[in-house]
């Protein structure tokens, strides 16, 4: 067999923003925990078999490359950074055991949330998963990701290849094809370059293609992005002495409210919208709760533009923003909120947000309707934790699975988190005759 292939995929200057500092990174770690029936991932005893765990994630990893992908800068840093194979994952590093048996209470999410987890090295794959031993008998596997390896859709991409749509407490077979095609990392950062330059230069179509999409960007902005990599570790040293991250990063709380998703969803048709609309509504009627001085209240929402054709791009999202007056019940919001990003669907172009006005952003995600296990362990139900801007107030993401939709929501721990969710319970609360 002959040797593997060096490997390297610069990621997208979009996507730099992610990592652009110390406070972005830590402040871009997204979330979900899956409540598992414990049963099977026990061992004889009644103990949770970690070393069994541990060697499902192992052998999944050579299946979702991003698993087994580090960041590393080229030299100078006259590029993004890129994606490289790592040798040999750590596996206990990235799964670990929670120290204590926790309540089943879903009045206490902070757990899920991800936030427990610890600090996630960048010199290491960005992914990480805790394990917690529940006092119902379930448990529950915290999982965390890094927004660069990729956003809400594609991170549900990586959960259909860890878990399975049928129960198998066989592990997933790696062949040496497979070891083979993740590659390894280049010797050199140079290696790296060089094959950005060739990935680059096949996409060209000849030398005057090749200069006009190098020209096609202002040299001087490729100048000052360049000159933002090379400080980007004295920021990062003048950011961690300074406190500023203290400052920013300020402490959140998290709730979540889970539902029947088909009356919610027959509920949000009749109102004029989708559950999705449902979910920035009942969000932006719960800022404007939060805030009664306002006027209007705005939320940011992601809007997909992944085709068929560009379905393996990590990140392929752009803001829309959504305002609407802050007295408006929920019978106008949800025919607004869907009129706004219906528009901003249609329009492709740069969009202006305008003034920094907005409380935060809104989204929902759906994780299909049939059960799906982790391993043998039936997945009972998911919740879905968003990562943001620190500049933001609150955030909420709803998720469905199965028959239900778990709302999620993390504010600032200055904000009356209660008020948040008693608003968004009455939003989702579906009126008699529409149930069933």
């Not at 996507?15 to 004889?44: Q, Y």
């Not at 009045?107 to 006092?135: K, S």
């Not at 379930?138 to 999982?143: F, K, Q, T």
């Not at 509920?267 to 920035?280: N, S, W």
């Amino acid at each position: 067999m002959t040797a593997p292939e060096a490997k390297a995929e610069l990621i997208r200057t979009l996507d730099e923003k992610f990592v652009a500092n110390s406070i972005a990174f830590d402040a871009m770690i997204a979330a979900a925990a899956l409540l598992v029936d414990g049963a099977p991932l026990r061992t004889a005893d009644g103990a949770i078999d970690l070393a069994g765990i541990r060697a499902r994630f192992e052998a999944v990893s050579w299946h979702v490359p991003a698993m087994r992908q580090r960041l590393a800068p080229t030299p100078l840093r006259l590029t993004t950074p890129a994606w490289v194979p790592v040798a040999d994952l750590d596996i206990a590093r990235h799964v670990t055991l929670h120290p204590t048996i926790e309540p089943d209470d879903p009045d206490r999410v902070e757990l899920l949330t991800g936030r427990l987890n610890g600090p996630m090295d960048p010199a290491r794959p960005l992914w990480d998963m805790r394990i917690v031993e529940l006092d119902s008998g379930r448990v529950a596997i915290v999982a965390r990701y890094h927004h660069v390896i990729g956003d809400a859709l594609f991170g549900l991409r990586i959960g259909e290849v860890v878990t399975g749509t049928e129960p198998s407490p066989d592990l997933p077979v790696v062949t040496e094809v497979e070891r083979a095609a993740l590659g390894v990392a280049p010797r050199t950062g140079f290696g790296i370059l060089a094959i950005a330059f060739r990935a680059w230069r096949a996409q060209r179509h000849g030398f005057r293609d090749a200069w006009h999409e190098y020209w096609r960007k202002p040299f001087t902005r490729r100048l000052r992005r360049w000159g933002g990599r090379v400080i980007r570790p004295l920021k990062n040293l003048a950011i961690e002495r300074s406190g500023e991250a203290a400052r920013v990063l300020v402490p959140r709380h998290s709730r979540s409210l889970e539902v029947d998703l088909r009356p919610v969803a027959k509920h949000a048709y009749r109102l004029g919208g989708t559950v999705h609309d449902l979910t920035v509504a009942a969000t932006l009627r719960a800022a404007a709760a939060a805030d009664p001085s306002r006027e209007t209240v705005s939320l940011l929402v992601p809007i997909s533009r992944r085709t068929a054709a560009d379905a393996d791009v990590r990140n392929h999202i752009s803001m829309a923003k959504v305002t609407v007056p802050a007295d408006a019940p929920i019978e106008e919001l949800v025919p607004a909120v869907r009129a706004q990003v219906q528009a901003a669907v249609q329009d492709a172009s740069r969009r202006d947000l305008g003034d920094r006005d907005w409380s935060g952003y809104a989204t929902f995600v759906t994780w299909g309707g049939t059960p799906r296990y982790f391993g043998d362990a039936l997945i009972e139900s998911v919740t879905g934790w968003p990562a943001g801007d620190p500049r933001d107030d609150l955030a909420c993401l709803s998720c469905s699975y199965g028959t239900r939709l778990a709302i999620c929501v993390t504010t600032r721990a200055t904000t009356d988190i209660d008020l948040v969710m008693a608003s968004i319970a009455e939003s989702f609360a579906v009126p008699v005759g529409v149930a069933g």
